[in-house]
């Protein structure tokens, strides 16, 4: 069992910064791919970008490359998502998930792919 808990969502100005913190339960914490998603009222849960196990290699959604960034600390069990330039298209819901995949290099981009999920926190970025 793991278990995700979010933090460092707010209010954002457009243009402005946030970071997102995932920190996981366990001591396996480098066997498990991570994953953000978001989802706005109304609308699907979409990934936002992802995360080997080994921390090598990630992945983004269109809508935030070169704006967002993925990474993980395996001192602290912690994923992080580095947001910057936010958009108000970005306010939504961002939840954390992770699955196991000791031995993949492959990220998981689908949110059926992922067992365990945090409890999210909320993201609003103004105009």
């Known amino acids: 069992q793991v278990q995700l808990v979010e933090s460092g969502g707010g209010l954002a100005q457009a243009g402005g910064s946030l970071r997102l913190a995932c920190a996981a339960s366990g001591r396996t914490f480098n066997k498990y791919a991570m994953g953000w998603f978001r989802q706005a009222p109304g609308k699907e849960r979409d990934i936002v970008a992802a995360i080997t196990g080994s921390g090598a290699g990630t992945d983004y959604a269109d809508s935030v490359k070169g704006r967002f960034t993925i990474f993980r600390d395996s001192a602290k069990n912690t994923v992080y998502l580095q947001m910057n330039s936010l958009k108000p298209e970005d306010t939504a819901v961002y939840y954390c998930?992770?699955?196991?995949?000791?031995?993949?290099?492959?990220?998981?981009?689908?949110?059926?792919?992922?067992?365990?999920w945090g409890q999210g926190t909320q993201v609003t970025v103004s105009s």
């Open positions: 998930a992770a699955d196991y995949s000791s031995g993949s290099y492959a990220t998981k981009l689908r949110a059926d792919e992922y067992a365990y």
